[in-house]
């Protein structure tokens, strides 16, 4: 079983839609979430981090984070054309450090 | 300020050669991960480095070997390239440990034939 699990699409939704996007992780003792978007032939860059229970709000993009079910989710409302693209999860495990990414979630947002 | 750099940005390798893929950045970062990227298995661990004079294993060691040479610098090599080592690779630098923002450099993109 992989640490960091995302269905990997693709997920397609229409202009002006909110788009959620979903992952779940095995490391119980996990403290540092991230959303990470990723462009074909780009690298990737940070969209949200978080690292407590809860929502967080950062313009048109929530993080959502329940520690007790290991499930971290990204919704990004008003869904534009230019929000296609690979959203990739991250989590740092507590302890070793290690930063590991799901295989991330392909992203259509149809005009 | 140039961030995470990386070298060469693409590769042909014969099978059985080896090379040293080069990462620097100049952000005063602590930690430093090698990653590769398949399609369809998003970015996979190779190694990393907690801080300067540390180096880990990550999820897909095998066939690597990594050098922190300095806070700067972190390499990664491949000492007998084999074709399942086809592939992107990125290095990713953050600046506090087990948290905080990973900043990733261009890619190199690897054939090995």
């Known amino acids: 079983q992989k640490e960091v699990e995302q269905n990997s699409g693709p997920l397609s939704v229409p202009e002006g839609a909110i788009a959620s996007l979903n992952c779940t992780y095995s490391d119980r003792v996990s403290q540092s979430f991230f959303w990470y978007r990723q462009y074909s032939g780009k690298s990737p860059e940070l969209i949200m981090s978080i690292y407590s229970n809860g929502d967080k709000e950062d313009g048109r993009f929530t993080a959502q984070l329940n520690k007790a079910s290991q499930y971290v989710s990204l919704l990004i409302r008003d869904s534009q054309p230019s929000d296609s693209a690979t959203y990739l999860c991250a989590v740092v495990t507590s302890g070793t450090y290690k930063y590991i990414f799901g295989t991330g979630t392909r992203l259509k947002v149809l005009a | 300020n140039a961030g995470v750099t990386q070298t060469p940005k693409f590769q042909v390798l014969k099978t059985g050669q080896s090379m040293t893929l080069q990462c620097a950045q100049d952000?005063?970062?602590?930690?430093m991960y090698w990653y590769r990227q398949d399609p369809g298995m998003g970015l996979r661990l190779i190694y990393y480095?907690?801080?300067?004079?540390?180096?880990d294993k990550g999820e897909v060691p095998n066939g690597y070997n990594v050098s922190r040479l300095n806070k700067r610098e972190f390499s990664l090599r491949l000492e007998s390239a084999a074709p399942s080592q086809t592939s992107v690779y990125f290095c990713?630098?953050?600046?506090?440990?087990?948290?905080?923002?990973?900043?990733f450099g261009q890619g190199t993109r690897l054939t090995v034939v």
């Open positions: 480095s907690a801080s300067e004079g540390t180096t």
């Open positions: 990713a630098s953050s600046n506090r440990v087990g948290e905080g923002e990973a900043f």
């Open positions: 952000m005063n970062h602590n930690s």
